[in-house]
T-cell receptor, first 111, second 112 residues
Framework: GQQLNQSPQSMFIQEGEDVSMNCTSSSIFNTWLWYKQDPGEGPVLLIALYKAGELTSNGRLTAQFGITRKDSFLNISASIPSDVGIYFCAGQLWSARQLTFGSGTQLTVLP | DAGVIQSPRHEVTEMGQEVTLRCKPISGHDYLFWYRQTMMRGLELLIYFNNNVPIDDSGMPEDRFSAKMPNASFSTLKIQPSEPRDSAVYFC??????????FGSGTQLSVL
């Protein structure tokens, strides 16, 4: 089945810095999504991408759907303390409703 | 909207006992998903329903696991008998399009 490799596994950054994380897949996806999970809560959808090459922003977050359809990137600009959490990428094929989730990136923002 | 509601938030039980997890999806969402999250395996899809019908249960680990959706506003995930390796956070999620999932807050299950 499909596998998603998400990196880095964890990041420690200073408040105000920019952050980048990415996901790569062994096969193509039609949709890429990025979720954030706060401690003790379920993941919350941040951004959804539907076309190869698409670049979408949501406030300080920007995500891109890779041209090959096998990867996606998430950038967070000017990080703040509330950005702390686990960020998951997820891919989906039109032929199936199941999302394949990456292993997550644990983000810590230091004051 | 109250979002996806799961109960209980925490469940501690002894090995061999029956465990029932409950989920109320967002009204109007036709898809319902059950996920399990562990440190070792991350988020795993167990089963999903469309219009109350189970579509794919290939992620259900064993016959000890069963899920039902008797109506559009309620689903259960049952483990009988429970084992320590079932300890995890179980999430229910609903969706109107099968892509954008809205997750509940999860049930933290500990099997002693």
């Amino acid at each position: 089945g499909q596998q998603l490799n998400q990196s880095p596994q964890s990041m420690f950054i200073q408040e105000g810095e920019d952050v980048s994380m990415n996901c790569t897949s062994s096969s193509i996806f039609n949709t890429w999504l990025w979720y954030k999970q706060d401690p003790g809560e379920g993941p919350v959808l941040l951004i959804a991408l539907y076309k190869a090459g698409e670049l979408t922003s949501n406030g300080r977050l920007t995500a891109q759907f890779g041209i090959t359809r096998k990867d996606s990137f998430l950038n967070i600009s000017a990080s703040i303390p509330s950005d702390v959490g686990i960020y998951f990428c997820a891919g989906q094929l039109w032929s199936a409703r199941q999302l394949t989730f990456g292993s997550g990136t644990q983000l810590t923002v230091l004051p | 909207d109250a979002g996806v509601i799961q109960s209980p938030r925490h469940e501690v039980t002894e090995m061999g006992q029956e465990v029932t997890l409950r989920c109320k999806p967002i009204s109007g969402h036709d898809y319902l998903f059950w996920y399990r999250q562990t440190m070792m395996r991350g988020l795993e899809l167990l089963i999903y329903f469309n219009n109350n019908v189970p579509i794919d249960d290939s992620g259900m680990p064993e016959d000890r696991f069963s899920a039902k959706m008797p109506n559009a506003s309620f689903s259960t995930l049952k483990i009988q008998p429970s084992e320590p390796r079932d300890s995890a956070v179980y999430f229910c999620a609903s969706s109107f399009d099968g892509e954008k999932l809205f997750f509940g807050s999860g049930t933290q299950l500990s099997v002693l």
